[in-house]
């Protein structure tokens, strides 16, 4: 028996990280998913097969880019017309650039950062929270960061974008709250994934350094808390983010 039994879970950047971690442990808790990520792949496919049948659930690849709000509207409708209730959202997909001052960023790059990590999931979440609201229920988890909160380590577009999920959070919690739908945040710190590794060393070194525990995180690390958030264990939390950072 898992906590999450029965229940239907959306998770998008499922491909790998933080993403897959939290698949895999939602299924090992008896959760269905529709997996989602930005395009088709063999490897993908068969990697979400091979966990559905090795924990005994429905694990349903979903392929959108979270740029292009037509073909997202298309996936959630895709979704929808499954008549299959949706119990829990982890808006987990997003993207980080190599760092570079603010004054040396182009416009370019602020557009497309805050556009993936910030306004694409708020539009998922709405598209998806106008369908719990009819069942009057549901779990919506977002991945924020220590850098939406402190400032750092990141460049200005990242912690805009992150800082943005905290206060979103807060309202969605107020607005989705009536609807019985909890909406909460996660601020991971330096995470041992692709995007996290993206980071230059001597800055990586210099946060890990100011950890409690000196060491990255894990991609587990993280969706234990996700699970944690999505699941009944959690129903009187909403409008929070948790720090995940090895005690900064």
Known sequence: MGILD???AII???RRGIGR???ELFAQNGANIWACARKFDESFETDMATMAEKYGVWIKPVYFDMADDTAMKSAVRSIH???IPIDILVNNAGIVEQSSSFLMTPAERFRQV????YTAQIMLTQYVSRLMVRHKSGSIVFLSSIAGLDGNPAQLEYVSAKAAIVGAVKKL????GDSGIRVNAIAPGIIN???GNKM???LMQSTLNKTVMKRMGTPEDVANVILFLSSDMASYMTGQTIRVDGGM
Do not use: F, H
């Open 6 to 8: 029965g229940k239907n």
């Open 12 to 14: 998008t950047g499922s």
């Open 21 to 23: 971690a939290t698949v």
């Open 81 to 83: 017309n499954e008549k």
């Open 114 to 117: 805050l556009d993936i990590n």
């Open 173 to 176: 919690a107020i607005e989705l």
């Open 193 to 195: 994934t692709d995007m």
């Open 200 to 202: 230059q060393n001597d």
